[in-house]
Nanobody
Framework: QVQLVESGGGLVQAGGSLRLSCAVSGKTTSRYVMGWFRQAPGTEREFVSCIGWSDGSTYYSDSVKGRFTISKDNAKNMIYLQMNSLRPEDTFVYYC??????????????????WGQGTQVTVSS
């Protein structure tokens, strides 16, 4: 069992930056993949990025590639999402997620067994 707690959301102007953090507690293994998703009210939760807990391999959605960077600190059991050049269309609740089995369909919600409570990011124009 893994618990995830996000932090770092807030209100920022377009063009600004925010760094989201996800504290990971519980037992993880080298097979874990940690992801970030986002969701607006009334819409489906969408994939943002993920990182291999062991090998650090990363993947991004096309909408954030080149602007967002995912990283990890295994010693601190933390996952980060550095978000630069933010746009109003990046306004979502952002969720941290954990896949314990390195499923190949990493961009799908169904790959992830554990979820955080979410943190709101609002980008003003």
């Amino acid at each position: 069992q893994v618990q995830l707690v996000e932090s770092g959301g807030g209100l920022v102007q377009a063009g600004g930056s925010l760094r989201l953090s996800c504290a990971v507690s519980g037992k993880t293994t080298s097979r874990y993949v940690m992801g970030w998703f986002r969701q607006a009210p009334g819409t489906e939760r969408e994939f943002v990025s993920c990182i291999g807990w062991s090998d650090g391999s990363t993947y991004y959605s096309d909408s954030v590639k080149g602007r967002f960077t995912i990283s990890k600190d295994n010693a601190k059991n933390m996952i980060y999402l550095q978000m630069n050049s933010l746009r109003p269309e990046d306004t979502f609740v952002y969720y941290c997620a954990a896949d314990p089995n390195s499923r190949y369909y990493y961009s799908s919600l169904s790959a992830y067994d554990y979820w955080g409570q979410g943190t709101q990011v609002t980008v003003s124009s």
